[in-house]
């Protein structure tokens, strides 16, 4: 019987191969940012748009484009596969609780939001590689950075 660790290599095998949501979004009305990781050469463009469901932001389409290792790939997959749909509020929980995973402190958790990791557990074998944890994160910085960017202007 597979153990653990096959099951979590081949989810994110599974990414790297085909990873989910990948390509571009047109800015604007999408927000968003690029991310580098100089250590291993890694670059990650988050593509978000955000829409107003219900009195809530909710994220209603994310894209990536980038290229780098297998691990800041398959991490910026499974992302962008576990923020469509979210809420902002619930999406930024997600966040700090990812980090929290790669041993990164955070700081406060939102009380009122509960999130699961769910396929992202996958990835909680890399806190042991402190050097591929940047690599893990890259794609949740950048998303982060995507969210707090202004909407660009037409201007
Ligand atoms: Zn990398």
Known sequence: MPGL???YREIILD??????????L????ARHAEGHNPL???EITVFLDVAEQNGVDVISDVKIAGQ???ISQSSASMMSAAVKGKSVREVRALVRKF???MSIDT???DPEVD???GDLEALQGVVKFPVRIKCATLAWNTLIEALDNPVPSDT
């Open 26 to 29: 047109a800015v604007p009305p």
């Open 107 to 109: 700081g406060e958790d």
């Open 68 to 70: 780098g290792c297998s």
């Open 40 to 42: 291993c050469g890694d």
């Open 115 to 117: 999130v699961l990791l």
């Open 99 to 101: 980090k929290g995973m």
């Open 15 to 24: 990414h790297y191969r085909t990873p989910r949501n990948r390509g571009e």
């Open 5 to 7: 660790e096959d099951l």
